[in-house]
Every structure is written in structure tokens, then in C-alpha cells.
């Protein structure tokens, strides 16, 4: 069974840029989150969606967008880009939200702002 | 933005020791989970407790959810050099439905 799949795993993008991370989750988990991961902030929630709905949000700044489609693959977008940025970007799927069910990360991806 | 208290936040032990973590929060959760992550990885879970006062382990791992429903502790028995990682204690509380992570617990093990 495929797991948590992220890409691409590292980028460098300048001060101003925008930029798309994408996540497949393992196969039948329609349940995907995204977490920054810094050293300074620990893992902090971005959004979560399922069945192509965001059911949650975090506390950043509008630039921080997301998605998800039918197939219940992720995007998460980053508009205007600051130094500030710059982190592993971490992906989680499960096969529900709530109840009994873990959450399965990807590798993430490690984001470079310049 | 939030998170669970986690201590310690770092430890240096040696091969064979025990070692004990813990998460505290404010807030009362219905699910506590522990994750390991090692370099250039994603948290890779470990255990999953969903019941106050529930206790479960996986090999030398055991795991509690406490009953009060605001901590959690994660024990590791016999430590082995690769054990070594950051362990993240995270929760799903009641009030938000998020799953917000600790701070981690830095664990390094020497032969």
C-alpha cells in the first residue's frame, strides 16, 4: 500500500513568488491536513479537508490556500512568499477525520524562501 | 498558534535505560496520538488512544491516556540506539476538532 506522497520535496522560491505543494493521500483516505513544521513553532495546522470540503483552519494568513479534489488529492498554495515561510511542509492522511483513525504523514516538503 | 505542553523537552540517555515523556493541555481532548520523526522524515505514528484511562503499548512502547482527559505519557522501556528521534505527542480536543501537536521531546540514546 502506497503511502502519504508529497511533491516535490524541496524548493527555493524568492521573496514575492507564489507556490503550489501537491499530496496524495494513501489509497481510500479521503481525510487530508497540512501542517508547518519549524524549528521556532513545532508543527502547526494549517487546514484539513474532507470529501473535497475544508472542515477546518488554522491561524495563518490568508495567503495560506488550499484544496482538495475528487480523487482526494491535496494542494496547498502559498501566495507573496516571506523569508518567514520557509519550512517542512507536512501532509497527513486518514481515512476519516474524527473516530479511531491515525493520521499518516508524507515525507513533506521542504520549502526555501530567498 | 496552539499547542500541548510537552516535556522534557530533551534527553540524553544511555542503551537500556527507561524513559518517560508527558503532554499536558488545558483543554480536554478524545484523542491523544504520539508520533516519532527522524531526520528528513515525516511523524511516523506510533500510538493511538482514544478512551480516559486507556493503556497501550506497542513492543517497548506504552502509552496512557490520562484520566482527566489533559495529559498523556508515553514510557519506552529498554531504550536502544534507534530509538533515537523527536516524539511528538498530539490531541484532538472537544472544542476545535483539531489535531494540535506538542513540542516535541528530543531523545538521544548513547551505547
Known amino acids: 500500500k502506497a503511502g502519504v506522497t508529497q511533491t516535490p520535496r524541496y524548493l527555493i522560491k524568492t521573496r514575492g513568488q507564489q507556490v503550489t505543494l501537491s499530496c496524495s493521500p494513501i489509497?481510500?483516505?479521503?481525510?487530508v491536513s497540512w501542517y508547518q513544521q519549524t524549528p521556532g513553532q513545532g508543527l502547526q495546522f494549517l487546514f484539513e479537508y474532507f470529501s473535497e470540503t475544508q472542515r477546518n483552519k488554522g491561524n495563518f494568513p490568508g495567503r495560506f490556500s488550499g484544496r482538495q479534489f475528487s480523487n482526494s488529492r491535496s494542494e496547498m498554495n502559498v501566495s507573496t512568499l516571506e523569508l518567514g515561510d520557509s519550512a517542512l511542509y507536512l501532509c497527513?492522511?486518514?481515512?476519516?477525520?474524527?473516530?479511531?483513525?491515525?493520521?499518516?504523514f508524507g515525507s513533506g516538503t521542504r520549502l526555501t524562501v530567498v | 498558534g496552539q499547542q500541548l505542553n510537552q516535556s522534557p523537552q530533551s534527553m540524553f540517555i544511555q542503551e537500556g535505560e527507561d524513559v518517560s515523556m508527558n503532554c499536558t493541555s488545558s483543554s480536554i481532548f478524545n484523542t491523544w496520538l504520539w508520533y516519532k520523526q527522524e531526520p528528513g522524515e515525516g511523524p511516523v505514528l506510533l500510538i493511538a488512544l482514544y478512551k480516559a484511562g486507556e493503556l497501550t503499548s506497542n513492543g517497548r512502547l506504552t502509552a496512557q491516556f490520562g484520566i482527566t482527559r489533559k495529559d498523556s505519557f508515553l514510557n519506552i522501556s529498554a531504550s536502544i540506539p534507534s530509538d533515537v528521534g523527536i516524539y511528538f505527542c498530539?490531541?484532538?480536543?472537544?472544542?476545535?476538532?483539531?489535531?494540535?501537536f506538542g513540542t516535541g521531546t528530543r531523545l538521544q540514546v548513547f551505547p
Open positions: 497527513a492522511s486518514s481515512s476519516r477525520p474524527t473516530g479511531p483513525y491515525g493520521y499518516t
Open positions: 498530539a490531541g484532538r480536543s472537544y472544542n476545535t476538532d483539531k489535531l494540535i
Open positions: 489509497s481510500g483516505h479521503r481525510s
